[in-house]
Structures are given as structure tokens and as C-alpha cells.
């Protein structure tokens, strides 16, 4: 049985950081498309980042520069190091994963597994 546990998400106020890291159980992330979505209340779930078996990363542009997606493939963990964070980003951070070895897309709907979340806010 896959799981994806999300953790480290919290409330802070704008420019500051917060690190999120999603451990997986039941898969290993290291050879697949792994990444992470968010989903702001009345909005769609969007991309943040993903990255590949060939640590290839495609992220959203609201976050380029700011973000960081890195993966721990002994602790078959990935994170997201969120820095200069915006009351704009404050949104339900998802993790998932496909069964694949490259991320051909960043729709969430082709995304087989998903976290349960942990929230993210921002205030100004």
C-alpha cells in the first residue's frame, strides 16, 4: 500500500521560510515523477515543482527562484524548501507521485498518488 506523508507546513508571515518534507512508504521515489501541488480555497490544484528519475525539475514561475524541490533518496523523502514566502502562496500542499519514470506532465489529475496535505500560511 503506497503512502505519502506530508509534514512541515505551519503559518508564518511574508518573507520568511518553511521547509516541507513528504515521506513515501510503499514506493520508492528515487525512479519516479515526484513533485509537489497546492490548491488554494475556490482555486484549481496547481503545480509547484516535480522532478524526475533524472532529477529533472519543471516548476511553476510564481515560485522559480524562491522554491526548491530536492529529493533524499536514502530517506525516500522529498522536500520543498519554500524561501521568500508570499501571502499568495498560502494554499492546502499536496505531494504525489506517478508510476512513471519521467514527468511528461504536471496535470494533477495524471498524478496516481497523493498526500493528505498539510496547510501553508501566509500573511502579510
Known amino acids: 500500500q503506497v503512502q505519502l506523508l506530508e509534514s512541515g507546513g505551519g503559518s508564518v508571515q511574508a518573507g520568511g521560510s518553511l521547509r516541507l518534507s513528504c515521506v513515501a512508504s510503499?514506493?520508492?521515489?528515487?525512479?519516479?515523477?515526484v513533485g509537489w501541488f497546492r490548491q488554494a480555497p475556490g482555486k484549481k490544484r496547481e503545480v509547484v515543482a516535480v522532478?524526475?528519475?533524472?532529477?529533472?525539475?519543471t516548476r511553476a514561475e510564481s515560485v522559480r527562484g524562491r522554491f526548491t524541490i530536492s529529493k533524499d533518496n536514502p530517506k525516500n523523502t522529498l522536500n520543498l524548501q519554500m524561501n521568500s514566502l508570499k501571502p499568495e502562496d498560502t494554499a492546502m500542499y499536496y505531494c504525489?507521485?506517478?508510476?512513471?519514470?519521467?514527468?511528461?506532465?504536471?496535470?494533477?489529475?495524471?498524478?496516481?498518488?497523493w498526500g493528505q496535505g498539510t496547510q501553508v500560511t501566509v500573511s502579510s
Open positions: 522532478i524526475d528519475s533524472s532529477d529533472s525539475i
Open positions: 510503499g514506493l520508492t521515489l528515487s525512479d519516479k515523477c
Open positions: 504525489a507521485a506517478r508510476a512513471v519514470w519521467h514527468c511528461t506532465t504536471v496535470s494533477p489529475e495524471f498524478y496516481n498518488y
